[in-house]
């Protein structure tokens, strides 16, 4: 037998094999979840579906005021698991704490669960572990997921989940509210810096990418957590902009623009989903049956754990008024296919789905079927045999190895959006002033979610970790600071004036204060008033502005970016991103990040690079009313890029073809650099309105200066395909145009 043939036999036995075990587990699992189910009473089985928040067996004097230094209530803990029997609970208390202190409250809970319950099913724990291990004191933070997708490199939210993971599960925390795979469609929105930007195909590379970094190839492993995909479906674009408000959306732009993400990370096989807290067209994401029951469940096949956001069963009574008590809306929840609510503060869901059950309201065949989805996960977690952590020693954990990674991320996301006259990089033996809001707190470059939920206690930052001020400073001793201005009002000293005149160049930190969810709304998206008129008086002096953004979504700064000669987008880079911010203003680290987003310029001018040529046409009735800040897609480096030979090597393709196009890509600059090359095609005739453009595919890569490599971007003819007037994907032959840069080819689909 030869080299080839045996390797071949080799692999399809290795192969075998693990179907072999998969398959062993699968039937094991079955029988092991059954057998547990039949001996559930109707309590036990309702207390699996019930999660809770940890304040609620915590010592103090009530839920929202927790003794210090924490610790569990006992009694409260044990009528949680002995006489409500819940299955699950989240949440930290309050805000960071350490790997030990994770251990011991998840050892007193599964000690409860796991000893003292009558048929010892352990807890699943689960977090909001969004940009890192962010509820470990020490844990290493990371960029955020939309600087993550600046990075145009989805090998990097693998690697930031697999570490996330990792540091996660070493607190005996097995299950990850992450990732946001919901698309970027409205600026306004809050949470829009815990997606992967506003491109289909870009937050389906990252998100699947993030998926599978979470779970790896064994749940069961000490270094892998459940994901959760949030938020099923249309939660980030809300008509008013305002978080958990209502989208009014067709199910033609559900389809083509928010499901992929998620379809894809279910195929990848992702354990859990989260449904969306608000409602699309009037109808609440926990009643859509049509999305939970129709479309997730029998369309695509997905198998894991439905669970609701933070008391959002609650609110079909209290906001939405699709029901009228609260028992019914426990009920038409249920009913449209969710297996576990988080209540998350009291027993009453619990209470009520019993009564529903007893009263033939709700079959107990229902219920099974939910507690057979977390059981599977909590045994495919390996709780059952490890409840707290599995045998494993986590020595990486805040590791100079991790806290690396996260300043790579960091320095190929930042994205330098504007350089006149090369005012950057800077010299070392320039005098700079550093200025603004943003430059001296490190809650301001780690954003929420980081060591509290709004991430706003600067107490809870590690003392040791450097914020922009500090971090600047490693690269030059000729630095000085004023404050400048807060978010809304001016912080000038009697000397300010003398600080700016000694100045060769000003670094201005703007950009918005930390927050998530409802407290994060706004009513306009430009940057406030206060560091608007605080650039003003800067210009005044006539000295290079470097405008250095610090945000989680693009705040409008039209009236202020022609006085900047540099303008950086830094998003939430992290308390590791602001050494890699320091190393791109002293050109150590040539920036290569690109803009997941469209960069607006007008607060009512919200249109996405994929707009409709309808959404472009002016007041003259001629195309031009495109006009952001800046483009998808854009991001300027310290070097140069030419693009040339572009080819497709079919002109004509039917729709089962592969199309394979080939560009050069040469560094004309001096030094080396990192580039995007992005593939845009452009279906020029429809059925229904086109696109003005869609990304395609896309590759980051590195070249020397004077190099040139040949890129190949290949897709599917069936990847050009549309939903159309029947909600259906469907292709239609025609002519198409590619765009690469300034490379264009135009082809036809026979």
Not at 158 to 168: F, G, H, M, S
Not at 202 to 229: I, Q, R, W
Not at 555 to 568: K, Q, Y
Not at 621 to 630: E, L, T
Request: glycine share 6%; with cysteine.
């Amino acid at each position: 037998m030869g080299f080839r043939a045996t390797y071949f036999f080799i692999f399809c036995a290795f192969f075998s094999q693990i179907g072999i075990l998969s398959a062993n587990h699968n039937e094991e699992k079955k029988q092991f979840v059954s057998n547990l189910i039949s001996q559930m009473t109707l309590e036990e089985k309702v207390g699996q579906m019930t999660q809770l928040n940890i304040n609620l067996v915590s010592k103090g004097s009530s839920i929202y005021q927790l003794d210090e230094p924490h610790e569990l209530d006992k009694e409260k803990l044990k009528e949680a698991i002995l006489k409500y029997h819940a299955g699950s609970f989240i949440n930290c208390p309050g805000y960071a704490i350490s790997q030990s202190q994770w251990l011991l409250i998840i050892k007193e809970i599964q000690e409860v669960a796991t000893k003292e319950s009558r048929l010892k099913i352990p807890i699943i724990y689960g977090v909001d572990a969004v940009h890192g291990a962010n509820y470990l004191s020490n844990g290493v933070l990371f960029p955020h997921p939309i600087a993550q997708a600046a990075t145009w490199d989805s090998s990097w939210a693998r690697k930031v989940a697999e570490i996330t993971a990792y540091e996660t599960r070493s607190t005996g925390v097995s299950w990850n509210f992450s990732p946001t795979l919901d698309v970027m469609r409205q600026p306004l929105w809050v949470r829009s810096y815990e997606t992967f930007g506003e491109d289909v195909l870009l937050a389906k590379a990252m998100g699947l990418a993030a998926v599978k970094g979470y779970e790896g190839n064994n749940l069961s492993s000490p270094t892998n957590v459940a994901s959760c995909l949030k938020h099923f479906i249309g939660y980030s674009w809300p008509y008013s902009g305002k978080d958990r408000t209502t989208a009014n959306l067709s199910e033609g732009i559900i389809r083509e623009y928010l499901l992929p993400p998620f379809e894809e990370a279910i195929k990848a096989g992702a354990k859990s989903v989260m449904v969306n807290s608000a409602d699309i067209n009037g109808i609440p994401g926990l009643v859509n049956k049509k999305w939970l029951v129709n479309v997730l469940r029998n369309e695509l096949g997905f198998e894991g754990i439905i669970v609701t956001d933070w008391a959002d069963i609650y609110k079909l009574n209290e906001v939405h008024k699709t029901s009228p008590t609260l028992k019914h809306a426990v009920k038409s929840s249920i009913d449209a296919g969710v297996d576990m609510s988080m209540v998350p503060n009291d027993y009453k869901f619990s209470q009520l789905l019993i009564e529903l059950v007893n009263e033939g309201e709700i079959t107990e065949e229902r219920i099974d079927k939910s507690v057979t989805r977390i059981l599977n996960l909590k045994y495919d977690l390996g709780l059952f045999e490890n409840p707290v952590t599995p045998n494993f020693e986590y020595s990486k954990v805040s590791s100079q190895e991790f806290e690396k990674v996260s300043y790579q991320v960091a320095a190929e996301g930042i994205t330098l959006l504007k350089n006149q006259d090369n005012v950057l990089p800077l010299s070392i033996n320039q005098n700079i002033l550093v200025t603004g809001p943003m430059a001296n707190s490190l809650s301001m470059v780690n954003g929420s979610w980081s060591r509290t939920w709004q991430g706003n206690d600067e107490s809870k930052n590690l003392p040791e970790k450097l914020n922009i001020l500090q971090a600047i400073l490693k690269n030059s001793n000729k630095v000085s600071y004023i404050k400048g201005c807060g978010f809304d009002k001016a912080s000038l000293n009697e000397n300010w004036e003398i600080e700016v005149n000694k100045a060769d160049v000003i670094i201005a930190c703007l950009g918005e204060y930390p927050a998530t969810e409802k407290p994060g709304d706004i009513n306009d998206l430009t940057l406030s008033e206060v560091q608007l008129r605080y650039i003003e008086e800067l210009n005044k002096f006539k000295k290079p502005i470097i405008l250095l953004l610090v945000e989680g979504r693009p705040r409008i700064i039209s009236r202020i970016e022609g006085l900047c000669s540099a303008v950086i987008q830094a998003y939430y880079p992290s308390e590791e991103g602001t050494m890699a911010l320091s190393d791109i203003l002293f050109g150590k680290v040539n920036p290569s990040g690109k803009l997941p987003y469209t960069y607006p310029r007008q607060t009512n001018n919200l249109t996405s690079y994929d707009y409709k040529e309808s959404e472009n046409i002016g007041t003259n009735f001629q195309s031009g009313a495109f006009n952001p800040q800046y483009e998808f897609g854009f991001g300027l480096s310290y070097t140069t890029f030419s693009y040339s030979n572009f080819k497709l090597i079919e002109e004509h393709v039917v729709d089962k073809e592969v199309l394979k196009f080939f560009v050069d890509v040469t560094n004309t600059g001096s030094v080396p650099g990192k580039e995007v090359v992005q593939l845009y095609i452009s279906d020029l005739f429809a059925s229904i309105a086109p696109p003005n453009k869609r990304l395609r595919a896309f590759e980051k890569l590195s070249l020397e200066s004077g190099e040139t490599k040949t890129v190949e971007l290949a897709i599917e003819a069936k990847d050009l395909a549309f939903v159309g007037i029947e909600n259906n994907w469907i292709l239609e032959p025609g002519s198409f145009t590619a765009k690469i840069a300034d490379q264009i080819i135009n082809f036809e689909i026979n």
